[in-house]
Each structure stands twice: as structure tokens, then as C-alpha cells.
């Protein structure tokens, strides 16, 4: 089935530590993001990546990198995880990173992330 | 600051009724807007888009956008128990880079 894949689906972490998320797409879409949502916050960018080999900060980037080494995967580190990490976060692609009506986002599962 | 702003909820209304729900952008340039749906615990799918002044239609659904007042709507006619979820409204700015900003939605919940 086509479509975003994540993984870890959830995740207990300590603080400190080391954390990649994972996401891997099929549909051959050039854009891909990582969103955090946070109850009473919504859905915040985190970083995003236009097409394979490139990468850009959103609204919520400190603390996380990201890295596009081709189409299909877009990993996102937490070098040394912290408490206010904890979140629901989500990866997205879309066929372009120009939204028209026609590019729209396709959200994976989520990655539920608890930071102690 | 580019800012997206959905009417406080929750929302409640009964089964057959209409659901009217809000959304305003602080960025005059905006070109596209989307509403999502997310139920609990579930990611966010599109239900539709509009980037046109006016109303579009799709089922159940219409977004109406007024891009002079800086606001799109979505409304739920015949609103049913399976439309209980939050509602997320989108907006792309200008600009050849710009991406969505997100509102903090809004829960429905359609009373049997």
C-alpha cells in the first residue's frame, strides 16, 4: 500500500538521549516534513526538505536535524532528547513543495515520543 | 508572524444539523487553504482545498473563502456522529517556498 511509513510508533525516552525517527514514503514525492503537534499548540514544522539533498528549518527546528540522502527516507534526530520534546510527531510529503490545489500533504501514522 | 486563528471550541451540534466552522490568516498573499480532518489519535487527511474566492463544494462539505476579510470556512450539512474529529484549517502563504501553516483546529462532536 502506498503511502508514509514511521517508525517508532511510540517511544519512552530518557532524557539525554539519542533518538532518529524514521520515515519512508513510496509515492516518489519530491517534499517531505516533520510536524510536532502538541495539544493546544496544533501541528508546528519542524523541518522540511523541497527534494533529495536539500533541507530547511521551520518553525521549531532547534533542537532536531534532519537529513535527505534520497527520495524515499527523511530521518529525524533528536541529538540529546529533553523533556519539552515530548510529542506526536508526524512526517508528511507532498509531489512538490509548491501548494496548489493540487500538491497536498500525505501524513504518516505518527510517532508518539515521551521524553522523561 | 504568519498566523492562522480557528474559532475557539469544542463544537457541538446535533446529527442532520449544519456545522459551521471557522478559520482566519493574518498573511494577505495566502494562495491556497486546506481543511483536514483528524479523528482522535489519527493523523490529519485532506477534505478538500479551495484557493478560489467563493464557495466549493464536495458532498457534505463546502469551504467558502473570502480572501478580502482573510477568512475560509467549512461547512458540514446533514452533520453525522462519524463527523465527530477535529478540523484543521491550512494555509500556504506567498512566496515560491512558502509551506502550510496550521491552525490549532477545533473539535466537532455531532450529538446522536
Known amino acids: 500500500i502506498a503511502g508514509i511509513t514511521q517508525a517508532p510508533t511510540s517511544q519512552i525516552l530518557a532524557a539525554g538521549r539519542r533518538m532518529t525517527l524514521r520515515c519512508t514514503q513510496d509515492?516518489?514525492?519530491?517534499?517531505m516534513y516533520w510536524y510536532r503537534q502538541d495539544l493546544g499548540l496544533g501541528l508546528r514544522l519542524i523541518h522540511y526538505s523541497n527534494t533529495a539533498g536539500t533541507t530547511g528549518k521551520g518553525e521549531v527546528p532547534d533542537g532536531y536535524s534532519v537529513s535527505r540522502a534520497n527520495t524515499d527516507d527523511f530521518p529525524l534526530t533528536l541529538a540529546s532528547a529533553v523533556p519539552s520534546q515530548t510529542s506526536v510527531y508526524f512526517c508528511?510529503?507532498?509531489?512538490?513543495?509548491?501548494?496548489?490545489?493540487?500538491?497536498?500533504?500525505?501524513f504518516g501514522a505518527g510517532s508518539r515520543l515521551t521524553v522523561l | 508572524q504568519k498566523e492562522v486563528e480557528q474559532n475557539s471550541g469544542p463544537l457541538s451540534v446535533p446529527e442532520g444539523a449544519i456545522a459551521s466552522l471557522n478559520c482566519t490568516y493574518s498573511d494577505r498573499g495566502s494562495q491556497s487553504f486546506f481543511w483536514y480532518r483528524q479523528y482522535s489519535g489519527k493523523s490529519p487527511e485532506l477534505i478538500m482545498f479551495?484557493?478560489?474566492?467563493g464557495d466549493k463544494e464536495d458532498g457534505r462539505f463546502t469551504a467558502q473563502l473570502n480572501k478580502a476579510s482573510q477568512y475560509v470556512s467549512l461547512l458540514i450539512r446533514d452533520s453525522q456522529p462519524s463527523d465527530s474529529a477535529t478540523y484543521l484549517c491550512a494555509v500556504e502563504g506567498a512566496g515560491a517556498n512558502s509551506k502550510l501553516t496550521f491552525g490549532k483546529g477545533i473539535t466537532l462532536s455531532v450529538r446522536p
Open positions: 508528511a510529503s507532498s509531489d512538490s513543495y509548491a501548494f496548489s490545489g493540487a500538491n497536498v500533504l500525505t
Open positions: 509515492m516518489r514525492h519530491n517534499a
Open positions: 479551495i484557493y478560489s474566492n
